[in-house]
């Protein structure tokens, strides 16, 4: 079946000397028999420790702008082929997305992201979250702002940069071959170029994408490979959470060791970035969810976009009884 053996050791040194390895040790990995996980959990810790030592970055995400999009992505409750029954509303204020960074701040996160539902943002979207960052900087300035906002032009990029905001979350999703089977309204290469507009503008870049959603493990391969070759600052691998009323709403293709196979491949070929657990770790990982920290060094907590999550307290506790440390949280200088 797979056709080669895997030398752990090597494995880690190249991952750690940055050299990578083939597309068939990858394919290998993913196709692990379940008794070798321990393994491959041993080899992705060993980067992941190298990197990140046994910290922990809490996330918080704020939906800023819920349902009511015009795109098609058949993973998403806010698309507008979704029926699901989610809350809708239009653009926070400028007071409520500072209070929920305050809120985010006293719950221990050290970043807080602020998602708008939408293709891409108008420029006086631009301006709205420039003029938030600044006001979270100015009162909270160790907390990081994540804004995720849809395609954008290396000027708007610009803009965020200089108004404070540190990363723009923008995912691939999936592989280019792939892409079309679950939105047909924005391309791979679309999501591309936005994230090479973020990178030209100086900002992070924070770029994954979602598993579970009926594609190959090649097209995990492809998507693991292209965040490598573009070197995504932060990657977010998601697990598809399948939610009644979307195109998804059946597929349960994931099992919790599936879930740790990607984490470990994208950790492994991605030593020195950082590895999110993120969208649908607690329906997709159930009980092995701890284990997931062994290759990722980031969770988001309290929920997601539209779907409840771990709460912080809880989050904390899995993380320090798995001997971990919570990264110190972004709270005002
Ligand atoms: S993922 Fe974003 S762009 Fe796609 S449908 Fe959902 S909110 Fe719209």
């Not at 996160?109 to 979270?136: K, L, N, Q």
């Not at 995912?171 to 071959?177: D, F």
């Amino acid at each position: 079946m797979i056709g080669i053996e895997l030398d752990w050791s090597a494995i880690v040194a190249r991952s750690l000397g940055g050299q990578g390895f083939t597309r068939e040790e990858a394919r290998a990995i993913l196709a692990l028999p379940d008794d070798e996980i321990p393994l491959l959990l041993a080899a992705a810790f060993a980067v992941r420790k190298a990197h990140f030592g046994k910290r922990v970055k809490v996330c918080i995400l704020q939906n800023a702008r819920s349902g009511l999009c015009p795109e098609d992505c058949h993973y998403c409750s806010q698309s507008s082929v979704s029926e699901a029954k989610i809350d809708k509303y239009p653009l926070m204020s400028a007071e409520q997305l500072v209070d929920g960074a305050r809120r985010a701040a006293a719950g221990g996160a050290r970043r807080y992201c602020m998602v708008t539902s939408g293709r891409g943002p108008a420029d006086e979207e631009i301006e709205h979250f420039c003029g938030v960052t600044r006001a979270i900087k100015q009162e909270l300035p160790d907390l990081e702002i994540c804004v995720c906002l849809g395609l954008l032009s290396e000027e708007q990029a610009r803009r965020l940069k200089a108004a404070g905001v540190g990363w723009v979350n923008h995912n691939l999703n999936s592989s280019e071959r792939f892409y079309s089977e679950f939105c047909t309204t924005h391309t791979y290469q679309d999501r591309v170029e936005t994230v090479r507009n973020v990178r030209k503008a100086g900002l992070m870049t924070c770029s994954g994408g979602i598993v579970g959603m009926g594609e190959t493990d090649e097209d995990i391969l492809d998507l693991a490979f292209a965040c490598r070759e573009l070197g995504m600052d932060s990657i977010p691998v998601n697990f598809l959470h399948p939610i009644p009323g979307t195109p998804m709403e059946a597929h349960q293709f994931l099992t919790p060791m599936k879930c740790l196979k990607v984490l470990c491949l994208f950790r492994l070929l991605n030593p020195s970035s950082e590895i999110r657990a993120a969208g649908g770790r607690e329906v997709n990982l159930r009980s092995l969810q701890p284990l997931a920290l062994y290759a990722a060094n980031s969770i988001f907590v309290e929920g997601y976009l539209t779907t409840p999550g771990q709460q912080g307290e809880e989050a904390r506790r899995m993380i320090e009884d798995l001997g971990f440390e919570v990264e110190p949280a972004g709270r005002g200088g």
